[in-house]
C-alpha cells in the first residue's frame, strides 16, 4: 500500500508543480517573486476550488486505503507528506525553483493567503511522514493504537502556532487595516490589493516555528513512548 502512496504522491506532486508552472508564466513571465501579482475573483475562486480539491482526493484516498481511523489518519498525513515534498521537487525540475530552501513561497490561500520559507513546509512535510511511520509501525506490531488526549492536545496547540507563523503577515494586514468586516469581499477589496501588491515578507519567525515543531514532536514522543509501555498487543 505505502508504495501506491508514494507513487501517487509523487505524481499529484507532478500535476500540482505543472498548474503552477502555468500560473507562473501567465503573472511572473520573469519569474516567481513578491508582490503579489492581483488575480481576478474567478481566477481566485477556481484556486481555491483547487486547493480544497486537493485535500479531498488525499482524504478520499485515505478513506478508501485505510480500515481504521489511525490507518487512515497515517495514510493522509504520509500522502500529504510526500505530495508537497515532491511538489518542490518537481519545481526545482522545471523551473530551477527555489533557488534555496529560504526562498518565500506562498503556500496555500484559505482562510487567508500562507506565506514562509519553502523550509518551513518540507519540515512540516517530513513530521507527518513521521507520524504516520510511527502509527503504522505500531499498527504492523500489532497494537491496539490509540491516540491519547495528551498527544491530541499537544499536536493540535503545535500546529496552530505554526499555521500562525504562516498567515501572521495577512492576519496582521486585515486586523491592522480594519479589514475584518469585510473578510468576505477581501479578493476584490481595492484598498486591500493596494496593500497587498506592496507586501514583500522579510523575516519568519522560526523561533515560533521551532516551538510549535517541539510541542508536535512532543506528542510523537509520548504516542510511542506509552504504545511501547502501556498498551496490550492484538491476539492474532
Not at 508537497?84 to 525553483?97: E, G, P, R
Not at 506490531?141 to 501572521?168: D, N, P, Q, S
Not at 516551538?211 to 508536535?216: H, M, Q, S, W
Request: positive net charge; glycine residues 6%.
Amino acid at each position: 500500500m505505502i508504495i501506491f502512496l508514494t507513487a501517487f504522491g509523487i505524481a499529484m506532486g507532478f500535476l500540482e508543480a505543472v498548474v503552477v508552472v502555468y500560473l507562473r508564466w501567465l503573472y511572473y513571465p520573469e519569474g516567481f517573486m513578491f508582490p503579489l501579482k492581483p488575480m481576478t475573483l474567478e481566477r481566485l475562486s477556481i484556486e481555491y476550488l483547487r486547493e480544497i480539491s486537493t485535500i479531498v482526493m488525499l482524504l478520499s484516498l485515505s478513506v478508501l486505503a485505510g480500515k481504521n481511523f489511525p490507518e487512515r489518519l497515517s495514510f493522509f498525513l504520509y500522502s500529504f507528506g510526500i505530495w508537497d515534498i515532491f511538489y518542490y521537487v518537481w519545481l526545482k525540475f522545471l523551473l530551477d525553483w527555489p533557488s534555496s530552501l529560504l526562498t518565500w513561497d506562498i503556500l496555500f490561500l484559505i482562510p487567508v493567503i500562507w506565506v514562509g520559507p519553502v523550509l518551513a513546509p518540507i519540515m512540516c512535510s517530513i513530521t507527518m511522514i513521521a507520524i504516520a511511520g510511527c502509527i503504522l509501525y505500531f499498527q504492523k506490531k500489532g497494537y491496539a493504537v490509540k491516540i491519547g488526549l495528551m498527544e491530541i492536545f499537544c499536536f493540535i496547540l503545535g500546529a496552530v502556532i505554526i499555521f500562525a507563523t504562516f498567515v501572521w503577515d495577512f492576519s496582521r494586514m486585515i486586523i491592522n487595516g480594519n479589514f475584518i468586516s469585510r473578510f468576505s469581499t477581501l479578493a476584490i477589496d481595492p484598498e486591500f490589493r493596494e496593500i497587498v501588491s506592496h507586501y514583500i515578507p522579510a523575516t519568519y519567525n522560526w523561533y515560533l516555528f521551532a516551538l510549535g515543531k517541539a510541542l508536535i514532536l512532543l506528542s510523537l514522543l509520548l504516542f510511542c513512548k506509552r504504545s511501547k509501555k502501556y498498551q496490550k498487543r492484538i491476539l492474532p
